[in-house]
C-alpha cells in the first residue's frame, strides 16, 4: 500500500545521519519513488531536487553542504512532501528503575548503547 502511495496521509520518522549523505537518495530522489525498495514515501519527483541532492553528496565544504541540505529542505516542505509534526530539544524516555547512564550522552544521539542495569 505505501509503496503504490495509495494513502492520503502517514506518520514516518526520517533518520538520517549525523551529515546528511547519500541516505539524501533514498528519502528524496525520484529514482527512490520508482523504486518497491525506495523510502521516498511522498511520491515526489523533481529534477531540480535531483540536482540538489547530487550537489549535496558532492560538497566540499561543509558550507556548500548546508546550503544544499537547506535547499532541500525547502523544496520538500514547499511541495508538502513532508509536514513537520515535532521537534523536541530532548530524548523522550520511559525507563525503569535500576537503569544507569552517563550524565552526559553522547552528542547528537540518545546513548542507550552507554546505558546499563544495576542490580
Known sequence: MLN????????H????????GTELRNFWSSASADSDAGQNLS????K???????KAIEAQTREELIL?????D???????????QWYLPYWPMVYRPGLKHPELAPP????LSTWWREF
Open 4 to 11: 503504490s502511495y495509495d494513502f492520503d496521509m502517514i506518520v
Open 13 to 20: 520518522g526520517f533518520y538520517p545521519g549525523i551529515t546528511p
Open 43 to 46: 511520491g515526489i519527483k523533481l
Open 48 to 54: 531540480s531536487l535531483d540536482s540538489m541532492i547530487n
Open 68 to 72: 544544499y541540505t537547506r535547499a532541500i
Open 74 to 84: 525547502r523544496i520538500v516542505l514547499w511541495h508538502f512532501a513532508v509536514i513537520p
Open 108 to 111: 547528537f544521539e540518545n546513548g
